[in-house]
């Protein structure tokens, strides 16, 4: 009886001997479950490339907004719209650069005289506005795509599991036995897929929230540079009919 119980233990310690490490699992997993862990791991590939480059981009934004508004402030406050224009040409890559200057553009476009009519002020709003457009699209791209990632890579993973789990029981019929060796090849596979599946999607979605948070500040910051500059326009005109 002994025997038989140090026999049975011996036996167990053969299969619960059977790797786990990542080496061992990939030589273990099948075509199918492989084809699952590449595409999981080129949507990491392009989540973490868009994290890297909306990173550049925003930070580039904020640190260049943040020098553009006094020059530019300083400059519509002595009334050189000329100086004010090259001053937001200077910052490429600031957001409030390339919405300001696209209402100096246009306020200074139909500038003819000292006269400001109204629909001076309002072509200036619409230019204001479409530029606000068309940075917002510039700030957003990409980000959109982490929210895909986010949600589909748990499921891409789900998948994998499925595929372990199958080749897990055909382990089992294969080697008519339930012991470790028959089914670690379908447990390897389901805990890769499954881990590499959360890897993937955990970061896209938190990145993705940083990222729409930060958007949201960038439209906010850009509709009150705007309205400021609109006020200014205003103002300046009110000047130059008392002026008249």
Not at 77 to 103: M, N, P, T, Y
């Amino acid at each position: 009886m002994l025997f038989q119980m140090q026999t049975m233990a011996f036996l167990f310690l053969q299969e619960a001997a059977v790797s786990f490490d990542l080496r061992s699992m990939w030589a273990q997993m099948g075509w199918l479950a492989k084809a699952v862990v590449i595409l999981l791991f080129i949507m990491s590939a392009y989540s973490i490339g868009i994290m890297i480059d909306r990173l550049l981009a925003y930070n580039a934004a904020r640190n260049q907004s943040r020098q553009f508004a006094p020059l530019v402030a300083g400059a519509l406050r002595e009334g050189k719209l000329d100086e004010a224009i090259k001053v937001a040409d200077r910052f490429k890559k600031s957001h409030l650069a390339k919405v300001v200057v696209a209402g100096l553009q246009e306020f200074k476009a139909h500038q003819v005289s000292s006269e400001i009519p109204g629909d001076v002020i309002e072509a200036s709003r619409r230019a204001l506005e479409r530029a606000s457009a068309i940075v917002h699209a510039e700030t957003k791209r990409g980000v959109s795509a982490l929210a895909t990632i986010g949600s589909t890579a748990p499921f891409v993973g789900l998948f994998g599991t499925v595929v372990g789990i199958i080749n897990a029981f055909k382990g089992i019929s294969t080697e008519k036995s339930t012991g470790l060796g028959a089914v670690a090849g379908g447990i390897s596979e389901a805990l890769v897929t499954t881990a590499f599946g959360l890897f993937v999607a955990i970061p896209a979605v938190m990145m993705f929230n940083y990222f729409t948070n930060r958007v949201e500040a960038f439209d906010v910051e850009m509709d009150n540079s705007s309205s400021e500059l609109i006020d200014y326009f205003l103002k300046r005109a009110q000047k130059a009919s008392v002026g008249k």
